[in-house]
């Protein structure tokens, strides 16, 4: 069973940075994807940034590409959305999400992008305001 906490969300100026946190438990399998979607008020959810352990593809979404990095601890089991240069628009709920998967599995990575992850964790609110 695949378990995720984020953590490290808050209120943040414009312009300022945030590093949000996913601890992650049950990554147990041959490959992976993790990645951080976030839902605005009165918006779809959104894709931030994705990563698949199988070929290393990373995915970001236009909107914080340049701005926001993701990054993992493998010895730690957690995944980290470094985010800099917020702007108001950034403010929403970020979620962690994951799947895992074996060699001989059908796994699209544009599938997981698109909003389809089998396991989410709860919501961080992130907020850009002065």
């Known amino acids: 069973e695949v378990q995720l906490q984020a953590s490290g969300g808050g209120l943040v100026q414009p312009g300022g940075s945030l590093t949000l946190s996913c601890a992650a438990s049950g990554l147990v399998l041959d490959y992976y994807a993790i990645g951080w979607f976030r839902q605005a008020p009165g918006k779809k959810r959104e894709a931030v940034s994705c990563f698949n352990s199988r070929g290393a593809s990373t995915y970001y979404g236009d909107a914080v590409k340049g701005r926001f990095t993701m990054s993992r601890d493998i010895a730690k089991n957690t995944f980290y959305l470094q985010m800099n240069s917020l702007k108001a628009e950034d403010t929403a709920v970020y979620y962690c999400?994951?799947?895992?998967?074996?060699?001989?599995?059908?796994?699209?990575?544009?599938?997981?992008?698109?909003?389809?992850?089998?396991?989410w964790g709860q919501g961080t609110q992130v907020t850009v305001s002065s």
């Open positions: 999400a994951a799947t895992i998967y074996d060699r001989g599995s059908y796994f699209m990575f544009d599938d997981f992008v698109e909003g389809n992850p089998d396991y």
